[in-house]
């Protein structure tokens, strides 16, 4: 049990962060690999991974890029199109199946190119393998409000200020390095089965699993009020609910915590294809929506709760949305 819950949680460590990738720079045009391999992901086999996380070897996942080389294993076509456009997941609108669909890419990049230069050549990538064809639009939709609450907010402002990461620092055993259009984030699995991602300028965030509330708790350092209005949106987009939105007009870094049930992060791992569905008479707590199970009592604390314990909360606003549009895409890639 205890091995299982620690593939659990750095295994959610992984996946989060691959739901709050966030715009960096737009893609420069015309830009190519020099060779590239595209492969549908081999199905995720959980109990090697748990032996294997276990035994101090962090799975190869994620979108890792180097100067002369660009890696993305066990990624969502989604992501895969979010790290190309320089968008979030939630910000895609195109088939559903686009979360589901897992492919592993492997590619050079030609000499002269730097790893800023990788968004681009995945976009040609993506174009020539898939045929994508997406357009930008920006409307208003409704969104989730990040907003001071009635006795006002809660938080903890930390002095220190976030650095940047070295990621010429040489990996331990129990670390993995994650690339995505912002910068590296590194990944440490901690002994008591807790993983923490140094994000850099981003700040610091570390979720564990607490076996009495069956629940992940995820406790984040020296992160602006926009950053967290991310983290959010990439928690709640997958289950249905909108973008969340910061509107507190709190500057500086904070401190903050949220709880999510185990019922809330087995709703998100489905939605992105890394869960089997809930089978019939698996109960209330399988069978009903990410509200209900999010109000269990067994499953601790929601979002929306651990939001109004700090003070603040959400409502729903009308706001301007930026999208990327998907207007054609291909299931399966051309041949290598």
Known sequence: MRLRCRFFFAFFAIFLFACSIASGQAPKA??????????????LDPQKIASDIAAGKMPRMGAHVTASRAEYIQMPLKSLIA????????????????????????ATLPEGATKDD??????????????????RDTEEHKVLALV????????????????????????KPNQMMINGPEGPVRMTRNPDGSATLDMGTRGTMTQRFDAETRSIRIDSSMVTMAGFADTLSS?????????????????GNYAVSI???????MS????????????????????????????????GASVFQSVEQMGLKLEERKAPVEQLVIDHVEKAPTEN
């Open 235 to 251: 928690i709640l987009a997958p289950m249905g609910g909108e973008q969340v939105v910061d509107m507190t007009g709190l500057k």
């Open 259 to 265: 709880e999510l049930s185990l019922a809330d992060l």
């Open 118 to 135: 990788a968004p681009a050549m995945l976009q040609a990538l993506l174009a020539d393998r898939f045929k994508l064809n997406a357009h």
């Open 148 to 171: 001071a609450g009635k006795g006002g907010p809660k938080l903890k402002e930390t002095s220190e200020q976030p650095k940047p990461l070295d990621e010429n620092a040489p990996l």
């Open 83 to 106: 790290v190309a456009y320089g968008v979030k997941p939630y910000q895609i609108t195109g088939p559903d199946w686009l979360a589901s669909e897992r492919f592993d890419i492997e």
């Open 30 to 43: 015309k830009l190519a690999f020099d060779v590239a391999t595209v492969k549908p992901s081999p199905p």
């Open 268 to 299: 998100i791992a489905r939605s992105a294809g890394f869960a089997p569905p809930p089978t019939q008479g698996g109960g209330a707590a399988a069978n009903a929506g990410p509200a209900a199970a999010a109000s269990d009592p067994s499953g």
